[in-house]
């Protein structure tokens, strides 16, 4: 248990995400938000892109959307994005938000035909990989939603 105390689970973008503190929670990923044009940001901005205010504060971001478009990459992805088989294919996608926001994301599935342009998708958080401390490196997969 010593061990496990000192290990920590470490998002691989800071500030791109909240971590669930438990198996049964969801972690969140955080976007900016203007409070000037509304627009909204994933990651975190510090100036609006869309009117270059700097009125904006941190949103929690949906956990669920819909797939609308995705590949799977046969090569090996560029750090710090590396795993531990870097051969072993991985499915990215697009993910539509119902705030309107369409963000670029791992996906959990790497088998195409599993995955369909619109199928609902839902966030996880997970470890991709450790650092050379024994943390654990957090990212965040869409998975499509179990249905039936
Ligand atoms: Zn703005």
Excluded at 14 to 33: F, H
Excluded at 46 to 75: D, H, R, W
Excluded at 100 to 128: A, F, H, W
Aim: hydrophobic share 30%; proline share 8%; net charge negative.
């Amino acid at each position: 248990m010593s061990n496990n105390a000192e290990r920590q689970q470490i998002p691989i973008r800071e500030g791109m995400m909240n971590i669930p503190s438990s198996e049964r929670e969801n972690g969140r990923l955080l976007g900016s938000k203007c409070n000037d044009c509304h627009e909204l940001f994933f990651i975190e901005r510090q100036i609006c892109e869309n009117c270059n205010g700097q009125n904006l504060e941190t949103v929690a971001l949906s956990t669920k959307g819909k797939l609308y478009a995705f590949t799977v990459m046969y090569y090996p992805a560029p750090p710090p994005y590396q795993a531990p088989d870097p051969f072993e294919p991985y499915g990215v996608g697009w993910i539509e938000l119902p705030e309107g926001l369409v963000l670029y994301s791992l996906l959990t599935e790497n088998d195409p035909q599993k995955l369909k342009v619109g199928m609902d998708m839902e966030l996880r958080i997970e470890c991709l990989r450790q650092d050379d401390n024994g943390n654990d490196i957090m990212v965040s997969k869409y998975r499509p939603v179990e249905v039936g």
